[in-house]
C-alpha cells in the first residue's frame, strides 16, 4: 500500500541533526519503505545523512511517502512528528 502526504517544516531551526534522528527512530519502527521529497530529491526516509542532506530550513516543503504494510499508520506518525516541530518546543522551555 502507498501513502503521501505534503508537510511544511515549521521548526525554526529546520530539519538539523535532531529532528532527523527522531524521525529515522521513528520511521524505522515501521516496515515500510519510509521516503522524503523535496522538488527533485528523493531520499531514504530512514537514513538520517541522507535526511540531512536535503537541507531542509523551516518554511520547507516535503512530501513523505510510504509504501508497505503499514503505509497509513507509518504515515500518520511521521506528518505529525513533522506538524509538532519534533517536539522542540517543548526542549526549548526547559
Known amino acids: 500500500m502507498m501513502a503521501s502526504r505534503t508537510v ?11 529532528p532527523a534522528d527522531l524521525f529515522v527512530k521513528l ?8 521516503e522524503l521529497v523535496k522538488g527533485q530529491e528523493r ?3 530512514k ?8 537541507a531542509a530550513v523551516a518554511g520547507t516543503r516535503l ?4 509504501d508497505g504494510p503499514d503505509a497509513e499508520q507509518a504515515l500518520d506518525a511521521l506528518a505529525k512528528l513533522i506538524e509538532h516541530n519534533f517536539a522542540e518546543d517543548e526542549n526549548n522551555q526547559s
Open 47 to 54: 537514513s538520517i545523512l541522507a535526511i540531512l542532506t536535503l
Open 27 to 34: 520511521a524505522t519502527r515501521f516496515a515500510s519503505k519510509v
Open 43 to 45: 531520499v531514504d526516509g
Open 63 to 66: 512530501s513523505i511517502e510510504v
Open 8 to 18: 511544511v517544516v515549521t521548526n525554526p531551526q529546520g530539519l538539523h541533526a535532531r
